[in-house]
T-cell receptor, first 116, second 116 residues
Framework: NAGVTQTPKFRVLKTGQSMTLLCAQD?????MYWYRQDPGMGLRLIHY???????AKGEVPDGYNVSRLKKQNFLLGLESAAPSQTSVYFC???????????????FGEGSRLTVL | AQTVTQSQPEMSVQEAETVTLSCTYD???????LFWYKQPPSRQMILVIR??????QNATENRFSVNFQKAAKSFSLKISDSQLGDAAMYFC?????????????FGKGITLSVRP
């Protein structure tokens, strides 16, 4: 069972470079999320999507863009990476209560991004 | 906006003893989910226990139980018979069940160490 898969797992960037993190889920979930985790800050929501073709800003959206062209995929882009974006990024997904969801989010394994 | 507060950044417990991790939250909603997630050094996010706000009975999962006080907006996690494998970071989280506001909000986490 693949669940939620994030690629890449590790990446080192130079300031100003761009990159895309891919999140793929095989559970037919409607809701998908991107979080970043920094020491002492917990997990903070960057962007999320409540369905294919929809996206919304979370708590810390600046410097990131997202797209959800297919239901199973949620892409997080950094157009011009900055050292402040050095973090561990988590993707997660879930389904609605009305579709049998139990409320919990299912997480990927995380992607460690370092911006030099 | 919903907020989740974990005021203790670190706790320590002797193996086989009981420890309680505290969490408070703020919401104006009556229907929501509360969770405790565990993050071991592997950084994988693991669901420990889930509570639905409309259920008065406190959730229990083996050695893990919660004390859910809805009026006080308190959601503490009790770990009984602590084991070395319980050492991890623990996050309390809140989620509104459906729709565009259905995102998981985390506390900043607490690092639990277990003394042999």
């Amino acid at each position: 069972n693949a669940g939620v898969t994030q690629t890449p797992k590790f990446r080192v960037l130079k300031t100003g470079q761009s990159m895309t993190l891919l999140c793929a889920q095989d559970m037919n979930h409607e809701y998908m999320y991107w979080y970043r985790q920094d020491p002492g800050m917990g997990l903070r929501l960057i962007h999320y999507s409540v369905g294919e073709g929809t996206t919304a800003k979370g708590e810390v959206p600046d410097g990131y863009n997202v797209s959800r062209l297919k239901k199973q995929n949620f892409l997080l882009g950094l157009e011009s990476a900055a050292p402040s974006q050095t973090s561990v990024y988590f993707c997660a997904s879930t389904t609605a209560r009305g579709r049998g969801g139990t409320g919990e989010l299912f997480f990927g394994e995380g992607s460690r991004l370092t911006v030099l | 906006a919903q907020t989740v507060t974990q005021s203790q950044p670190e706790m320590s417990v002797q193996e086989a003893e009981t420890v309680t991790l505290s969490c408070t939250y703020d919401t104006s909603e009556s229907d929501y989910y509360l969770f405790w997630y565990k993050q071991p050094p592997s950084r994988q996010m693991i669901l420990v226990i889930r509570q639905e706000a409309y259920k008065q009975q406190n959730a229990t999962e083996n050695r893990f139980s919660v004390n859910f006080q809805k009026a006080a907006k308190s959601f503490s996690l009790k770990i009984s018979d602590s084991q070395l494998g319980d050492a991890a970071m623990y996050f309390c989280a809140y989620r509104f069940p459906t729709g565009a506001n259905s995102k998981l909000t985390f506390g900043k986490g607490i690092t639990l160490s277990v003394r042999p």
